[in-house]
């Protein structure tokens, strides 16, 4: 997978994160509370620094952000 945002890391894998978020969005009209919960769901990115083979996981809300973090080296612990 190409990903020209990532600078010199190439994706290897994305996967999003498993969220019950979608059931407070369709029990939210029951409470008769104002306003609606927005679904916020995280991915994770595994990626591959192409010099030097090195694998590593981010993760994050946008693509964008994941970019961000990869930029300035703030990968996920372990």
């Known amino acids: 997978m190409a990903n020209d ?21 369709l029990m939210w009209p029951l409470f008769l ?10 991915v994770s990115w595994t ?6 083979g090195e694998i590593r996981k981010v993760t994050a809300y946008t693509e964008d952000l994941a970019a961000l973090k990869i930029a300035a080296g703030e990968f996920d612990a372990g």
């Open 5 to 25: 945002k990532f600078g010199d890391w190439e994706t290897l894998a994305r996967a999003t994160a498993d969220s019950r978020g979608w059931m407070a969005i």
């Open 33 to 42: 509370l104002p306003g609606v919960p927005t679904r916020h769901s995280s």
């Open 47 to 52: 990626v591959r620094h192409r010099q030097t």
